[in-house]
């Protein structure tokens, strides 16, 4: 498989953040980036997903299309 020069996730989030509006709105969401990854560092289970949904009067669907 051929190696292709795209530039990496981290390569566009520095060039992306380097534009005064970009980071503005990036560092408007860092709370919500905080507890997201604070989700997947805890690898919550299928029922305690269940348990967020439901206290948040949300069904939860998962499938595999």
């Known amino acids: ?6 530039p990496t996730f981290a390569d566009f989030k520095q060039k992306a953040l380097q534009n005064k509006e970009v980071q503005k709105e990036y560092d408007a969401l860092s709370p919500l980036f905080a507890i997201k990854k604070q989700f997947v560092a805890s690898r919550p289970n ?17 499938g595999l299309h």
């Open 1 to 6: 498989m051929p190696i292709t020069n795209r």
């Open 46 to 62: 299928l029922s305690t997903l269940m348990k967020y949904a439901e206290a948040l009067g949300m069904r939860l669907d998962i």
